[in-house]
């Protein structure tokens, strides 16, 4: 008998299942059964988020933070030097530091720049002041942007309340700090964060 | 119930959507000129952004697409849609659905997943109303009165089996508490990739592959390519969703699988559109020319080339280091939802309108109009999205430049977005007018029903 696909209903709809699931189960299921990292840190030391940090969390998401800033330093150099320190290149991220974000922020699009690193870089006053209006930030703060801040298309978030402020401010404080990687000028580590 | 109320609510309510769709990205786009307009919480960019991109895919585009094969497959299987009643209900449930969401967005209820924002609970209701359309295509299809299945019916199948996983994946999967990290973005970016292309391709290439050879009034240029195009991509498509971490904090393999799949996808493309450009060049001239029909599917089918000769090169690792992360992205995938398939399902609207009422389109010169504006102002749309992509791109390499100043040298880029966008919406409005006079106004009737034969 010839297997005539084309008249059969049941033949189309279940070659193009079968097809569709090889691929679909190699990139889905096979990867965290392959590559642990996916899902556990193993034996390193990993951040634990504290309520305020998951509330921050919380308003990172409703708010939609993640469609104009990536978390991902990628391995490129130049990822690596433009988020790193002044003294030292940011390290590229790895899968295992994720493993606590019940919600992914790695993102697509960089509208504004990476928060992969972003941890202990700006004081929380800084972040309060950026989130309240973030286009007149040169008086307050120096920066070599200064002259540049201006043309910031951040929104404002003044609309967010004080409280939920901080608690933003606390989870953008934690970013990156599951490899310590800041250093001062006689190679010792900075950690920061907390300021 | 009345034959094909299913596709006509479903059509008409589509086309509204489109239009709250285009001022969401405008309003988008003004913000990247002038960011203090419109500084509440529920108008802050990435909600306008949200709103933007889950109306137009699910209000907008699917809805016109289930829409036009509520029609279309009937006619290609000489039988009654199996449930009239079961397609209104999808129709009315859809729509109630998709406020409700819309209200969602709004309020920042909103899941951590790219186009699907919609919270769980509206999710569920979306799988109810495509189970309910999933019974109807499969009942249609079961209750044929033709031996053999066009192309058409292969790649409806296809959507219907192929979405119905890739969605649970997106929004129920991911969000469950055991997936976190990089997995959870690695499920959500299989759901990202495969939503434009399984369910979007998929159902915009079956309208396409009927509405081209009736339009033309030429039969499809090759049966060997159909199969080709068909099967290569239900095979190749799926495995592509971690070439938006190509650089990132993902197994280096799965990159590099993810790589040479999208690089394959060339094959499917190729074989479709060398379908399709036979078709037209096959044709007679006269009605390669005539109306607004085939000029939006020729114009779908060029910009459907490039959408998908960008994918396979931007996946390339030293091509994506350049264009990753900045606006070529969003140009790439404009061109893909609007420029090809949205071109598409207009055209199937133009196509379909006028059978549901029984008489012909209001006015073939404002379709023709609605094509030209359309397609002029978004071909620099398209365009000024990619070259300051590739601005952005370079900026960022040189360590010297803050990431402000890269922004600032974007300045023109935005504005000349904004201004073509708004090319794009008059097009929107000519094509608005067009389609709810032909469904409502009042001019000369003409018969021209395409009864099913039985």
Redesign the interface.
């Known amino acids: 008998m010839k297997l005539d696909v084309?008249?059969?209903?049941i033949l189309?709809?279940l070659?193009?299942?079968i097809?569709?699931?090889?691929?679909?189960v190699?990139?889905?299921v096979i990867?965290?059964l392959?590559?642990e990292?996916?899902?556990t840190a193993g034996e390193r030391e990993i951040h634990e988020y504290t309520e305020q940090e998951l509330r921050g969390i919380d308003i990172y998401?409703?708010?939609?933070?993640?469609?104009?800033h990536?978390q991902?330093i990628?391995?490129?150099a130049?990822?690596q030097?433009?988020y790193g320190g002044r003294l030292v290149d940011a390290p590229?991220?790895?899968?295992w530091?994720?493993?606590?974000?019940?919600?992914?922020?790695?993102?697509?699009?960089?509208?504004?720049?990476d928060l992969a690193r972003v941890g202990g870089k700006y004081s929380s006053e800084w972040h309060w002041a950026h989130f309240k209006d973030?286009?007149n930030m040169g008086e307050k703060f120096e920066s070599?942007?200064g002259a540049?801040?201006s043309?910031?298309?951040?929104?404002?978030?003044?609309?967010l309340s004080d409280a939920e402020i901080k608690d933003l401010t606390a989870y953008i404080q934690t970013l990156g700090r599951n490899k310590n990687w800041r250093k001062d000028a006689d190679g010792n580590e900075l950690n920061d964060y907390e300021k | 119930m009345k034959q094909d109320t299913a596709a006509k609510l479903m059509i008409i309510s589509s086309v509204l959507f489109f239009g709250l769709a285009l001022s969401l990205g405008l309003l988008a786009a003004l913000?990247?000129i002038v960011?203090?307009v419109g500084?509440?919480?529920y108008l802050?960019?990435?909600?306008v952004?949200?709103l933007h991109t889950n109306v137009n895919l699910y209000a907008w585009l699917l809805q016109a697409n289930m829409g036009i094969l509520f029609w279309i497959l009937p006619r290609i299987l000489h039988t009654k849609l199996f449930s009239e009643k079961l397609g209104v209900a999808t129709g009315i449930l859809y729509n109630l659905t998709l406020l409700a969401g819309a209200v969602c967005i709004l309020l920042?209820?909103?899941q951590?997943v790219?186009y699907g924002e919609l919270p769980l609970g509206i999710d569920l209701f979306v799988i109810i109303c495509w189970v309910m359309f999933s019974i109807n295509v499969?009942g249609t299809?079961?209750t044929r009165k033709v031996?053999?299945?066009y192309v058409t019916?292969?790649y409806t199948?296809?959507a219907v089996?192929?979405t119905t996983?890739v969605y649970i994946?997106g929004n129920i999967i991911t969000v469950m508490?055991e997936v976190?990290?990089?997995?959870?973005?690695?499920?959500?970016w299989?759901f990202v990739h495969n939503a434009v292309g399984?369910i979007f391709t998929p159902m915009g290439v079956a309208i396409a592959y009927y509405l081209i050879p009736e339009q033309l009034n030429t039969p499809i240029y090759s049966h060997k390519l159909s199969m080709i195009g068909f099967?290569v991509i239900?095979?190749?498509?799926?495995?592509t969703?971690?070439h938006?971490?190509i650089?990132?904090?993902?197994?280096p393999w799965?990159q590099t699988?993810?790589i040479i799949?999208s690089f394959s996808l060339i094959i499917p493309v190729m074989a479709v559109i060398t379908n399709f450009f036979g078709t037209f060049a096959n044709a007679p001239r006269a009605t390669r020319m005539d109306g607004p029909i085939p000029k939006l599917l020729m114009m779908g089918t060029i910009y459907y080339i490039f959408t998908c000769l960008q994918g396979p090169f931007q996946a390339i690792r030293a091509v994506n280091?350049i264009t990753?992360?900045?606006d070529w992205?969003?140009g790439h995938a404009h061109m893909a939802l609007f420029g090809a398939f949205s071109y598409y399902a207009m055209a199937g609207i133009y196509y379909v309108a006028p059978k549901l009422t029984g008489r012909k389109l209001y006015s073939k010169k404002l379709g023709d109009l609605h094509f030209w504006i359309m397609t002029i102002a978004s071909i620099p749309f398209f365009a000024v999205l990619w070259i300051s992509g590739v601005i952005q791109g370079f900026a960022?390499?040189?360590?010297e430049n803050?990431?402000?100043?890269t922004?600032?040298a974007l300045?023109h880029a935005?504005v000349m977005r904004f201004i073509t966008g708004i090319g794009i919406s008059a097009g929107y409005m000519l094509f608005l007018y067009n389609v709810l006079q032909t469904f409502f106004g009042k001019y000369a009737d003409e018969v021209d029903v395409e009864t099913i034969s039985e």
């Open positions: 084309e008249k059969s209903l189309t709809a070659g193009a299942f097809i569709f699931s090889i691929g679909a190699v990139t889905t990867p965290p392959v590559d990292t996916l899902w998401k409703s708010q939609g933070c993640v469609y104009c990536t991902q990628r391995q490129l130049s990822d030097r433009r590229a991220s790895e899968a530091e994720y493993v606590n974000d019940k919600d992914h922020f790695v993102g697509t699009k960089r509208t504004g720049p973030p286009r070599p942007n540049y801040q043309a910031s298309i951040m929104p404002s978030y003044k609309f | 913000k990247f960011p203090t500084e509440i919480e802050s960019l990435p909600r952004r949200m920042g209820k909103v951590n790219e499969f299809v079961a031996k053999y299945l019916v292969w199948l296809g089996i192929w996983f994946t508490p976190t990290g990089i997995n959870q973005a690695n499920l959500s299989f399984l099967w239900s095979f190749v498509y799926v495995w969703g971690a938006h971490m650089h990132g904090p993902i197994s799965l699988v993810s799949f280091e990753s992360k900045t992205v969003v960022w390499l040189n360590p803050t990431f402000v100043q922004l600032a300045k935005h």
